[in-house]
């Protein structure tokens, strides 16, 4: 079952609920998932965001495995 057809599921079963106790419940359950929290950021964090944004497209960046690679050859060498 995918994800679309689930939801369609639980919307159409849900609708057919009357009970405010269980309804209420469902709801707890939903706001807990879907409550996004808001990140509140320092001038100085949000500088340092950009900065690490930019470096990225300037190609001074280098993913985990490369990265990984490279502190256990300095590792070794010690």
């Excluded at 990140?39 to 964090?45: C, V």
């Excluded at 990225?56 to 590792?75: P, R, Y």
Aim: aromatic letters at 2%; glycine letters at 2%.
């Amino acid at each position: 079952m995918t994800a679309i057809q689930l939801k369609k599921l639980l919307v159409h079963r849900i609708s057919e609920i009357n009970d405010v106790s269980f309804l209420k419940a469902i709801k707890t359950i939903l706001d807990s998932k879907t409550d996004a929290e808001v990140l509140k950021l320092t001038e100085d964090q949000r500088q340092e965001i950009m900065q690490s944004k930019k470096e990225i497209q300037e190609g001074l960046s280098m993913d985990h495995e490369t990265l990984d690679k490279k502190v256990a050859k300095w590792a070794s060498a010690k």
